[in-house]
């Protein structure tokens, strides 16, 4: 593994897993959110995206977590060799994902270029683009669907699918990792 993606839906621990795995694997470290989401929650121009995308994909080794669109995975996996699944079960996710939220609600912790999660009376809105909570929740099976399908695509056979589905076998595939 020199080339991997970490995927997954929001809050089953991508970031966390993909520093872990780099740091393993000696390669560096590239979170997708980090280059989409500028100062104010500002999205990225999809042009300049793909292209930081791009660069960031092309040499080296390197370990990239995030989803994001079609055209954005085939940059990622298209020079990838490794696809790191984390499909844990809903339950779990959204335990996670609360337990993230409130803690960078309540630290206050800097995620990317300057923004912080939003309010805890963003997480009870009914709007998923204000609640990261209900992101998830709403993602959670069409995400999966997605991957699924992806794993079958020919498109991808020169790829080699890892599908992690418990904290046990995320942990055993981190310690064998080399």
């Known amino acids: 593994m020199h ?29 997708l959110d980090s280059i989409f989401w500028q100062a104010n929650w500002t999205k990225l121009e999809q042009g300049e995206f793909e292209a930081r995308v791009r660069e960031a994909t092309r040499s080296g080794g390197w370990v990239v977590d995030g989803n994001y669109s079609e055209r954005i995975r085939a940059i990622a996996w298209g020079a990838a ?28 912790v800097e995620l990317w270029n300057g923004n912080r999660e939003g309010s805890l009376r963003d997480q009870f809105s009914r709007d998923p683009a204000r609640s990261i909570l209900l992101w998830s929740w709403r993602t959670y099976g069409p995400t999966k669907a997605e991957y699924g399908l992806a794993m079958q695509d020919p498109e991808f056979t020169q790829l080699r699918f890892v599908r992690l589905r418990s904290r046990r076998e995320i942990d055993r595939f981190l310690r064998s990792a080399h």
């Not at 984390?86 to 996670?96: E, F, H, I």
């Open 81 to 108: 060799d490794t696809v790191v699944w984390l499909d844990l079960p809903r339950v779990v996710v959204m335990w996670q994902l609360v337990r993230r939220t409130v803690w960078r609600i309540a630290s206050g």
């Open 3 to 31: 080339r991997v993606v970490v995927i997954g839906v929001a809050g089953v621990g991508k970031s966390t897993v993909a520093r872990g795995l780099s740091e393993r694997l000696g390669l560096r470290h590239v979170e």
